[in-house]
Structure formats: structure tokens, C-alpha cells
């Protein structure tokens, strides 16, 4: 369970990071999902050791994407009348 004091400091450690683009309080059994864009490992992994040092985090998990097969900011409103 997370405090007030530790969610403001987490949010002010993930949005002084320019390469967090999204950031979204989640439902299940993860807390919070970040979506980083960086050109390399080499750089994700400055950007996780800037988030830890300014965070308390109990557990991370990472994934990458491999390939985009689709990106669109387009909505879907072709169904509304």
C-alpha cells in the first residue's frame, strides 16, 4: 500500500523524466505503467536508475517492444450517429 507523501514523490520523480511519455495509475496486479521511449537498452537503463534513485519501489518489471505493428491516435467514432 502506498502513502499520499510516496504516490506525490513518485509522480514528481516520473514526470522529471523527459523520456516518460505515458504514465497510468492501473487496476490489477500491477500499480502504475510507464511508457519510455528511449534508442537502447543502455538508455532505458539510465532512465530506470534515475526513477530508483528518487523512488522507493518494491518491484519493477520491464517488457520491450520487439516491433510496431500498428500506432494510430486516430479514435474509432465511425460507429457513432
Not at 510516496?6 to 514528481?12: G, I, L, S, T, V
Not at 530506470?48 to 518491484?59: E, H
Amino acid at each position: 500500500m502506498h502513502s499520499q507523501g510516496w504516490f506525490e514523490q513518485f509522480r514528481a520523480a516520473v514526470e522529471a523524466i523527459p523520456e516518460v511519455v505515458e504514465f497510468y495509475r492501473m487496476s490489477g496486479d500491477v500499480d502504475y505503467l510507464l511508457r519510455v521511449v528511449v534508442p537502447d537498452i543502455a538508455a532505458y537503463d539510465q532512465v530506470y536508475k534515475r526513477l530508483i534513485a528518487n523512488t522507493q519501489l518494491s518491484d519493477v518489471s520491464s517488457s520491450f517492444a520487439m516491433e510496431e505493428l500498428k500506432f494510430t491516435t486516430a479514435l474509432p467514432l465511425s460507429y457513432i450517429p
